[in-house]
């Protein structure tokens, strides 16, 4: 007795499992029953939940597909009644007219119409099952079932991993974020890089030597360290530039600006070969704080955010920044570098990089010009950029330079127009209105 009771509590336990887990996945988009782990919280591949969900849940859906080929046409059915009750309705007939029930002039006239209706009824009867014939054959539905499913089953074994756990957004941004928090620090990963070395002449080394011992010497003086952090950082030993400039820094206090703190950010990176740590994160902060367009704090904002699991927020800002030139910016051939493989971690398509702008004719050109000469001849490049995308189009970036053109130029008016036209060019691509979005912002459209 104890064991039927526990065979049927098992039995309700476990299509109580598979219910549950078919509930979550249709209404949660989540499939608990195919993430179980073992005692010490590790991913027990050897749990049968894992294959009879997949089991139970693709025999469901392949009796849903094929229960409208298997099961006859309703139509046949319902004629095929009608054909019945007629035949009855005739030999009722017979009998009502021997019994003297019916004069045979109404007899004759009520088996002409029940014939009538017994030959419309059979004739839908035939066109039924004709339909029927001409249909997929229930040996082919099974060959094809069987395909799909040993198919998709076998396909699974090779790519698959079912003891992969979910991996929603919210909890991949939950993880990049404990990483990006978790991530070493300067000091650690200094240690990991070896010092390179560093080539200079003797004389400009000496001069750094006496500089450094004066700044023993004098450790109050702010101009000393700055000058320190400079030299230091032109022989390359970046290490030593950063922790001059955090001290002049210091001694400044509130007196600082954003290019200080952009300074010391870039040092610390250089330190690492690339890699920004959480203390390099800070300096950038305070950078953006105090100049919120500074270039730099902002290219290497970005590398932050491709370091730190977010390449679509660093795309879209270094889009921003090659759109902002200079062509000869520093950090432009840094992002044309780089930004390729963060569009692809992101799954981005890259814009065009190589999208016409003025050439260095124009911007020589300009410089000689007179200001409304300058403005004039930047309203006939804006001019051009709007009659190429009116007429033969253009990728995001290109829509997006446009609407910040016209914010520069003060005209509101149209950058609004543009960013109301764009959106419907780009309805649907989410990355695409993303940056679109940044440049109406930037041009200070009223939404």
Same mark, same amino acid.
């Given at each position: 007795?104890?064991?039927?009771?526990?065979?049927?509590?098992?039995?309700?336990?476990?299509?109580?499992?598979?219910?549950?887990?078919?509930?979550?996945?249709?209404?949660?988009?989540?499939?608990?029953?195919?993430?179980?782990?073992?005692?010490?919280?590790?991913?027990?591949?050897?749990?049968?939940?894992?294959?009879?969900?997949?089991?139970?849940?693709?025999?469901?859906?392949?009796?849903?597909?094929?229960?409208?080929?298997?099961?006859?046409?309703?139509?046949?059915?319902?004629?095929?009644?009608?054909?019945?009750?007629?035949?009855?309705?005739?030999?009722?007939?017979?009998?009502?007219?021997?019994?003297?029930?019916?004069?045979?002039?109404?007899?004759?006239?009520?088996?002409?119409?029940?014939?009538?209706?017994?030959?419309?009824?059979?004739?839908?009867?035939?066109?039924?099952?004709?339909?029927?014939?001409?249909?997929?054959?229930?040996?082919?539905?099974?060959?094809?079932?069987?395909?799909?499913?040993?198919?998709?089953?076998?396909?699974?074994?090779?790519?698959?991993?079912?003891?992969?756990?979910?991996?929603?957004?919210?909890?991949?941004?939950?993880?990049?974020?404990?990483?990006?928090?978790?991530?070493?620090?300067?000091?650690?990963?200094?240690?990991?890089?070896?010092?390179?070395?560093?080539?200079?002449?003797?004389?400009?080394?000496?001069?750094?030597?006496?500089?450094?011992?004066?700044?023993?010497?004098?450790?109050?003086?702010?101009?000393?360290?700055?000058?320190?952090?400079?030299?230091?950082?032109?022989?390359?030993?970046?290490?030593?530039?950063?922790?001059?400039?955090?001290?002049?820094?210091?001694?400044?206090?509130?007196?600082?600006?954003?290019?200080?703190?952009?300074?010391?950010?870039?040092?610390?990176?250089?330190?690492?070969?690339?890699?920004?740590?959480?203390?390099?994160?800070?300096?950038?902060?305070?950078?953006?704080?105090?100049?919120?367009?500074?270039?730099?704090?902002?290219?290497?904002?970005?590398?932050?955010?491709?370091?730190?699991?977010?390449? %679509?927020?660093?795309?879209?800002?270094?889009?921003? =920044?090659?759109? #902002? !030139?200079?062509?000869? *910016?520093? +950090?432009?051939?840094? &992002?044309?570098?780089?930004?390729?493989?963060?569009?692809?971690?992101?799954?981005?398509?890259?814009?065009?990089?190589?999208?016409?702008?003025?050439?260095?004719?124009?911007?020589?050109?300009?410089?000689?010009?007179?200001?409304?000469?300058?403005?004039?001849?930047?309203? %006939?490049?804006?001019?051009?950029?709007?009659?190429? =995308?009116?007429? #033969? !189009?253009?990728?995001? *970036?290109? +829509?997006?330079?446009? &609407?910040?053109?016209?914010?520069?130029?003060?005209?509101?008016?149209?950058?609004?127009?543009?960013?109301?036209?764009?959106?419907?060019?780009?309805?649907?691509?989410?990355?695409?209105?993303?940056?679109?979005?940044?440049?109406?912002?930037?041009?200070?459209?009223?939404?």
């Amino acid at each position: 007795m104890h064991d039927s009771t526990r065979s049927h509590s098992g039995a309700f336990m476990f299509f109580h499992d598979i219910l549950r887990c078919l509930s979550v996945a249709l209404y949660e988009n989540r499939f608990p029953c195919l993430n179980r782990f073992d005692s010490k919280g590790e991913i027990n591949k050897d749990n049968p939940m894992v294959w009879l969900g997949a089991i139970f849940i693709t025999i469901a859906v392949t009796y849903v597909i094929f229960k409208a080929f298997l099961i006859a046409p309703a139509g046949a059915k319902a004629a095929e009644l009608d054909v019945q009750v007629y035949k009855d309705q005739l030999k009722a007939l017979d009998s009502d007219l021997e019994r003297g029930v019916l004069s045979p002039e109404d007899a004759a006239s009520a088996r002409l119409e029940i014939s009538r209706r017994l030959l419309a009824a059979d004739k839908r009867v035939q066109d039924e099952t004709s339909i029927a014939a001409d249909g997929v054959s229930k040996s082919f539905l099974a060959l094809i079932g069987l395909v799909l499913v040993g198919g998709s089953f076998g396909l699974y074994t090779v790519l698959g991993n079912p003891g992969l756990p979910d991996q929603p957004l919210q909890a991949r941004l939950e993880v990049a974020k404990q990483a990006r928090a978790d991530r070493p620090n300067q000091a650690q990963a200094e240690a990991q890089i070896t010092a390179p070395a560093i080539e200079t002449t003797a004389e400009y080394m000496e001069l750094i030597e006496k500089l450094r011992t004066v700044m023993i010497e004098r450790p109050d003086d702010e101009k000393g360290w700055a000058l320190l952090a400079l030299h230091e950082s032109r022989i390359g030993n970046f290490s030593a530039a950063w922790v001059a400039k955090d001290k002049m820094i210091t001694l400044v206090g509130d007196k600082a600006v954003g290019e200080d703190y952009a300074d010391l950010a870039e040092f610390m990176i250089l330190a690492t070969n690339g890699y920004v740590s959480v203390e390099a994160e800070g300096a950038l902060a305070n950078a953006l704080k105090l100049d919120p367009k500074s270039s730099r704090a902002r290219y290497y904002s970005g590398l932050t955010l491709a370091q730190n699991g977010r390449p %679509d927020v660093a795309y879209r800002m270094w889009v921003g =920044l090659l759109e #902002e !030139g200079p062509a000869d *910016a520093p +950090w432009v051939q840094s &992002i044309r570098g780089q930004i390729g493989g963060v569009a692809r971690a992101a799954g981005i398509d890259t814009v065009n990089l190589d999208a016409p702008g003025p050439s260095a004719r124009d911007v020589q050109a300009a410089d000689q010009m007179t200001e409304v000469e300058r403005q004039e001849m930047i309203g %006939d490049m804006v001019a051009g950029l709007a009659d190429r =995308l009116a007429t #033969e !189009g253009g990728t995001p *970036a290109e +829509w997006a330079r446009l &609407i910040r053109a016209y914010g520069v130029l003060g005209e509101t008016g149209n950058a609004s127009a543009v960013w109301k036209e764009a959106q419907d060019v780009f309805s649907g691509n989410a990355e695409a209105l993303a940056l679109l979005l940044e440049a109406a912002q930037g041009a200070e459209i009223s939404f």
